[in-house]
């Protein structure tokens, strides 16, 4: 059984070029709790984001150096570390895995016709509370970013 050998996809990119894009994406999803992207990247993303969120649970939380550094190699912005461990992590800190969710929209992507998808952080520990394929309006509002983010940028997710 092959069981992913290779550890990412390759994304039609060079290793360095799709590192520094899931690096981005990563923290572009802890800044805005929500991306809009294609299914491959947002796939790949999931495992990346949740390790990521992992290391603001361990330890307890604020005070876990050696979390925040293992989080600093990948998130390129330290107010979205603060917020990592801030928000994130206390939020799930009773729950095993499974912090990210990646829905497939129903529309294909203008210009290209890709499979398009959007990531988001589930909202809380428990799980959502909407049915599990129930999409998002085209309309809705994005989720608070927190205090931690404020000034930092709309809080529209920005398209990958």
């Known amino acids: ?66 979390g925040r550094q293992l989080a600093s190699r990948v998130v390129r912005e330290k107010p979205a570390i603060e917020r990592l461990f801030e928000v994130l992590g206390p939020r799930y800190a009773d729950r095993d895995g499974g912090y990210t969710r990646v829905m497939k929209l129903s529309r294909p992507r203008e210009g290209g016709q890709r499979p398009h998808g959007r990531h988001r952080v589930r909202r809380s520990a428990g799980g959502d509370t909407r049915h599990e394929g129930a999409e998002d309006e085209e309309g809705a509002v994005p989720l608070p970013v927190g205090e931690v983010l404020e000034g930092a940028g709309s809080p529209r997710s920005p398209p990958c």
């Open 1 to 66: 059984m092959r069981k992913r050998l290779a550890q990412f996809r390759k994304l039609g990119r060079t290793p360095e070029h799709k590192w520094a894009m899931l690096r981005n994406m990563v923290t572009s999803l802890i800044k805005y709790d929500r991306i809009e992207t294609t299914l491959p990247k947002a796939k790949e993303l999931r495992h990346l984001a949740d390790e990521v969120i992992g290391y603001a649970k361990r330890g307890g939380g604020r005070n876990d150096v050696y």
